[in-house]
């Protein structure tokens, strides 16, 4: 199987690390530093203070990989504009493109059957450019339920959890599905088909689209965000809006959002993804995150006052610093 990787980050490199190890032909589309160290020293996996070297083929142009297998989408949501501008090269018409990413994705409402089938997300997918250039039939959704970090580029340190969720859109069995759930487990995941990736997306949102916010405006880590009582009774508040928008999405949340702090509690403190990309000066993604889940709102008719001015707080954030 030939598979590229749009995107080789911290979640992108250990896939492609693992996508090699089960014995496909992987590429990679990169850029600046990290293409030169792609090109220098292939891709270093750092697992418990060991480190492998993985030949891996890169290139900046996706014209010179040409058509592939499939796709792994892993990039954070504001560089989704230029990604759309450039991949056409690697998809033909049986490519299959999985969106490893934070969030909602821009199909979340594509596909047969689904509540709201055809809504369109302005905040995702303006003027349908993504929808256009990757039409649903080729997509594969993926929930990442593992942490890993790119300490330098060209190179990705293995922290915690091993878990990858894939699925159809429509939520159906198929074989390219099953396929490459066995190749994901072959090369060390422990992957997993599920019958409802939209629900899986809308479950790790849930769990993620307060902490990551309210982090990258505090500064705080996790636990410190949950201890103070004002402000995690913020954060469940807005749990609870973005549960009753999942009851009319048919994604419903059997937790509480009490039980859902406990949990984050228990992993310990860490800093979120979007804190680490503010602290470095990054594009914080916060329409796949927050944004969305305002419009969604909007759709389902659910009143959402919380996560509005959650919205409205780190998006000011954003542009203060530059970096939304």
């Known amino acids: 199987m030939k598979a590229a990787i749009y995107g080789l980050g ?4 250990l896939v492609a690390a693992r996508l090699a190890a089960a014995g496909c032909d992987v590429s990679a589309v990169a850029h600046g530093q990290t293409l030169a160290a792609l090109q220098q020293h292939g891709l270093r996996l750092k697992i418990a203070g060991n480190t492998q070297a993985i030949p891996l083929r890169a290139e900046e142009d996706p014209a010179s990989l040409g058509v592939q297998d499939v796709v792994f989408i892993a990039v954070k949501s504001p560089a989704l504009p230029q990604v759309v501008e450039r991949i056409a090269p690697l998809i033909g018409p049986h490519t299959t493109v999985v969106t490893a990413m934070n969030g909602v994705p821009w199909w979340y409402f594509e596909g047969e059957g689904v509540p709201f089938q055809g809504a369109q997300l302005q905040s995702l997918d303006p003027g349908r450019k993504l929808a256009s250039a990757i039409p649903v039939r080729h997509i594969l959704g993926c929930v990442v339920h593992f ?9 990705v340190e293995v922290r915690s959890g091993n878990r990858l969720i894939l699925g159809e859109p429509d939520g159906r069995d198929s074989g390219r599905l099953r396929e490459l759930v066995g190749l994901l487990t072959k090369g060390g995941f422990e992957a997993e088909a599920s019958s409802n990736i939209r629900g899986d997306i809308w479950y790790k949102l ?25 402000l995690n009774e913020f954060c469940l508040a807005a749990m609870r809006e ?3 928008i999942g009851e009319k999405i048919g994604c419903p949340i059997a937790q509480s959002a009490e039980e859902r702090s406990r949990l984050t509690l228990q992993l310990g403190s860490f800093k979120t993804s979007m804190l680490q990309d503010a602290e470095a000066g990054r594009p914080l993604e916060i329409d ?6 305002h419009e969604i709102g909007i759709l389902t008719g659910v009143a959402t006052p919380t996560i509005n001015s959650l919205l409205g707080l780190v998006r000011v954030f954003g542009r203060a610093h530059g970096i939304y």
Do not use: K, Y
């Open 10 to 13: 911290a979640v992108g490199g």
């Open 206 to 230: 849930w769990g993620n689209m307060t902490m990551n916010p309210v982090s990258a405006i505090t500064g705080a880590e996790t636990a410190q965000i949950i201890s103070d009582p004002l």
């Open 288 to 293: 796949g995150l927050v944004t969305v889940m």
């Open 242 to 244: 973005a549960a009753q």
């Open 147 to 155: 942490s890993s970090a790119r300490p330098e580029a060209g190179v």
